[in-house]
């Protein structure tokens, strides 16, 4: 679960994003929507634990993200728009370090991490690639790399940033399927996106911040009584909810 209590975060003058609150149970596949510079990044970051709020909290499973960040982070998989990683490592090397990251080759008894990770590799189709360098996949495989990193410990909730960018329609259509089977497992995603289709596709409700503040939340039959719009589809109702303010 994440609970998202008056989060605030400043730049100076700028207000990037003002006095959120959210709560998303275990098994919700929550999509976070809005224009460029709208804060989902910001948000996402301050989530994610890589960003320190100016007021308000963040809770991970219970956890206090400020409290007790360690431990918070423990049971988050974080995946990012961009896929920062290692170039000189192969892809079984960097799942290695990822594991030790999260303290997880220590508690394994042997032979467990391969396996895990040559599950996560297959499911994305990098197994034949495992001991190649990173530096020579292609954006798609790095950011499918990111997400096979970021399910190897397991996590209660993910933390997703713009997940398809990069990955060709067959990708597309296997990551959409895997976030369906992770919310039916349990697992609570937090999803931010411009690729309004896939939010109308997976997500059971989304929220829309616009200028730092949520303007609109709910499932889409909810978003439309709130645009007054009972025919229009997710991109007929973002335009209408913030064109107004825009």
């Not at 080759?105 to 297959?122: I, P, W």
């Not at 790399?145 to 960018?165: G, S």
């Not at 959409?176 to 409700?205: N, P, W, Y």
Request: aromatic share 6%.
């Amino acid at each position: 679960m994440i609970e998202v209590r008056e989060l605030k975060k400043k730049y100076g003058e700028l207000t990037a994003v003002d006095s959120l609150t959210l709560e998303i149970p275990n098994g919700e596949i929550f999509g976070f929507i809005g224009p460029n510079g709208a804060g989902k990044t910001t948000t996402i970051s301050m989530i994610a634990g890589l960003l320190a709020p100016t007021s308000g909290s963040v809770a991970i499973c219970g956890v206090d993200m400020l409290k007790n960040p360690t431990y918070a982070k423990q049971h988050i998989g974080y995946i990012p728009d961009r896929p920062y990683i290692y170039e000189k490592l192969t892809a079984m090397e960097f799942l290695k370090f990822t594991a030790d990251l999260f303290s997880m080759t220590a508690k394994m008894a042997k032979g467990e991490f391969k396996d895990r990770a040559e599950a996560q590799l297959k499911k994305f189709s990098l197994l034949d690639w495992a001991d190649e360098l990173i530096e020579s996949f292609s954006h798609g495989m790095k950011q499918r790399l990111i997400m096979a990193a970021a399910l190897l410990h397991e996590p209660k909730v993910l933390v997703v940033d713009e997940p398809m960018v990069g990955l060709d329609p067959s990708a597309i259509k296997m990551v959409k399927q895997m976030l369906v089977d992770l919310a039916a497992d349990g697992t609570t995603i937090f999803m931010s996106t411009h690729t309004l289709k896939i939010a109308e596709d997976v997500c059971h409700r989304i929220g829309v911040i616009h200028k730092g503040r949520l303007i609109a939340s709910g499932t889409i039959d909810e978003l439309k009584q709130q645009a007054n719009a009972d025919n229009a589809d997710l991109e007929q109702l973002f335009m209408i909810l913030t064109e107004p303010i825009a």
